[in-house]
């Protein structure tokens, strides 16, 4: 069964940089639509940011200007660089993806913590 693999979380002191990256652990049919949630405890998972096949994108308010979303249609992989970070930014961070022929997709998640 196809999966997708999260990586490049981990812990940054606030004001630092982490870029997360998300690919199929198989191959899969085209990609529509990556996107990436975050989830902090207590919270809804709220959308952070996606991208189009066409390069598309949208963010959330909160992270406009921060955060940066790329994908390669190529390898199936999607990309989220995370500037300025900040102590509200922290949560479990999943990526998605809407499959031709499957629906969506979802990672596993991983985890960012901002903190001094």
């Known amino acids: 069964q196809v999966q997708l693999v999260e990586s490049g979380g981990g812990l940054v002191q606030p004001g630092g940089s982490l870029s997360l990256s998300c690919t199929s652990s198989?191959?899969?049919?085209?990609?529509?639509?990556m996107d990436w949630y975050r989830q902090a405890p207590g919270k809804q998972r709220e959308l952070v940011a996606g991208?189009?096949?066409?390069?598309?994108?949208n963010y959330a308010d909160s992270v406009k200007g921060r955060f940066t979303i790329s994908r390669d249609n190529a390898k199936n992989a999607v990309n989220l660089q995370m500037n300025s970070l900040k102590p509200e930014d922290a949560a479990v961070y999943y990526c998605?993806?809407?499959?031709?022929?499957?629906?969506?997709?979802w990672g596993q998640g991983t985890p960012v913590t901002v903190s001094s």
């Open positions: 998605r993806f809407n499959v031709l022929g499957i629906g969506y997709l």
């Open positions: 198989g191959i899969i049919n085209k990609v529509f639509n």
């Open positions: 991208i189009t096949r066409g390069g598309g994108t």
